[in-house]
């Protein structure tokens, strides 16, 4: 084939040829953006998964030789000590106190089970004001700024598909009262989608099928976006990582922090005991002298079971996705040093793609692979890696599907048990019912308290205290 353009040529030699099967037939521009989107690609790297993952023979689930439970840090309440505990808070606050922490969200995710239509951080939760989940955790960094004296940079990370609206929201709402400089915006990498056979689909004639490529993903986008020089320049080393879809995280907290910086880690996670032996959650465990975090979906429902000799789950630690990992270990993960690399998973998914003759085809089933990356798959590669233990109340009640469970309605439920919770631990009298949600909708803005420590402190400040009242806002 005589004068390829060179892009196209690397496509016909790695035996991609077909995703320029109608490009003679494109107007200039369409062409344009289809070299483009196809110089993105790094063919070698989908050789390899296409080897390692799609090809006959390739290694199918995951290997559990030699798994055992992973070791935590257990609350005090159920055995930790509490002077390591109080010292590991003493720790954190030193840090939020010397500028080294920052604020990590994740937000490129497509949010598919929720059906809704825009970044999933504009999505309203709060049980009274309806405020969106980016303007809950505006609030919690910007209050946690004044606490300790120094405001927080927040690192947000999107997609292509949603970034321009990201960014369009923050603007419209000033930035939820935090300093524009302080709040950065970054995209995450995309992945083409690939057919059972390998090959690089098309959703357009003049677009490949591209997809986010998983949370992992950050690991990579922190470095290639600037941020983590953007951090070592501001003598941030501590990155505070969390989702979008969970408004009661704590995403400035203090002793999670500490038991990070005393451990010397490298990535710390929080954990919580299972809520059932068959709760679909990752579940920490060790694996040759190595931290790993393995899905529910690989792991036998025999193993998920097991109880030890006192009847307790022998794998209570699940995973509920809050991380702190050291900038400079970011960027190994992200550069590849010391042989370190996040693996890519395969999700085969339905995908939008053309048939030979370049008409929309719609599959009913599963007709292509996704590759993605996951963040948890970072802390084998971690030097003295830690879970920490934490009250589910306090740090998880994710917004996933539209109805059921994880859905708007428990969300707004568990806010409202939390909100309850820190009113009665300072002695007001409000009525719940026996799950401890309270009888009349109320809301605490993170402006007020955004934990019980930082709502303890407000409270007592107020003079007289107000009644709990339907509908009351403490602001
Ligand atoms: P989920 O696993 O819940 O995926 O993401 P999702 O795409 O948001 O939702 P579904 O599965 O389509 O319903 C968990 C977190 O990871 C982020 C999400 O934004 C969410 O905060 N995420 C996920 C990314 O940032 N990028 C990705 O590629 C995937």
Not at 69 to 89: N, S, T, V
Not at 195 to 202: A, Y
Not at 341 to 361: C, Q
Request: net charge neutral; proline share 7%; with cysteine.
């Amino acid at each position: 084939m005589p004068n390829l353009h060179p892009v196209i040529d690397r496509f016909h030699r790695a035996g991609q040829g077909q995703v320029f099967a109608f490009f003679d037939a494109l107007a200039g521009d369409a062409q344009r953006a289809l070299l483009e989107q196809a110089a993105e690609i790094d063919l070698d790297e989908v050789a390899r998964l296409n080897r390692t993952l799609i090809a006959p023979g390739a290694a199918a689930g995951v290997d559990l030789t030699g798994l055992a439970p992973a070791p935590y840090e257990p609350l005090p309440e159920h055995g930790g000590d509490a002077h390591r505990w109080g010292a590991a808070k003493a720790a954190g606050e030193a840090a939020l106190r010397n500028g080294r922490v920052a604020a990590f969200t994740v937000a490129g995710g497509q949010g598919t089970r929720l059906g809704y239509d825009g970044p999933k951080g504009t999505f309203r939760v709060t049980p009274v004001h309806q405020k969106p989940l980016f303007q809950v955790f505006a609030e919690k960094i910007l209050a946690a700024g004044h606490r300790y004296g120094r405001p927080l940079h927040w690192f947000i990370m999107t997609s292509h598909a949603n970034h321009a609206a990201t960014e369009a929201f923050f603007t419209e709402h000033r930035c939820f009262g935090l300093d524009p400089a302080r709040v950065h915006f970054f995209r995450q990498g995309r992945m083409p989608a690939v057919g059972f056979d390998g090959k690089i689909l098309l959703e357009a004639k003049d677009a490949l099928a591209l997809a986010p490529d998983g949370h992992g993903g950050s690991l990579r986008a922190l470095e290639r976006s600037g941020a983590l020089d953007l951090m070592q320049r501001e003598r941030i080393d501590i990155i505070s990582y969390f989702q979008v879809d969970n408004p009661l995280v704590r995403c400035i907290d203090p002793a999670f922090f500490g038991w990070h910086i005393l451990a010397g880690s490298e990535m710390t996670s929080k954990m919580v005991p299972k809520a059932y032996a068959e709760e679909k959650v990752g579940h920490f465990c060790m694996q040759a002298g190595r931290l790993v975090v393995v899905e529910y979906s690989d792991l036998p429902l025999a193993v998920q079971r097991e109880t030890d000799a006192a009847g307790r789950l022998r794998y209570p630690a699940g995973s509920i996705a809050i991380h702190v990992l050291d900038r400079e270990f970011v960027r190994r993960m992200a550069v590849g040093g010391e042989g370190a690399a996040l693996p890519f998973h395969r999700a085969d998914k339905k995908i939008l793609t053309l048939d030979a003759a370049g008409r929309p085809l719609l599959s009913e089933k599963a007709n292509g692979v996704k590759f993605e990356m996951f963040v948890f798959d970072a802390l084998p590669f971690a030097r003295h890696p830690l879970v920490v233990e934490t009250r589910r109340a306090d740090d998880f009640s994710p917004v996933k599907n539209a109805t059921g469970l994880d859905s708007p309605q428990t969300c707004r439920d568990d806010q409202l048990r939390q909100f309850a919770r820190w009113l009665h631990a300072q002695g007001a009298t409000l009525e719940t019912d026996a799950t401890g949600l309270p009888r009349a909708p109320l809301e605490v803005s993170p402006l007020f308290g955004y934990d019980e420590d930082s709502f303890a402190t407000a409270w007592a400040r107020l003079d007289p205290k107000p009644a709990v009242t339907p509908g009351l806002h403490l602001s």
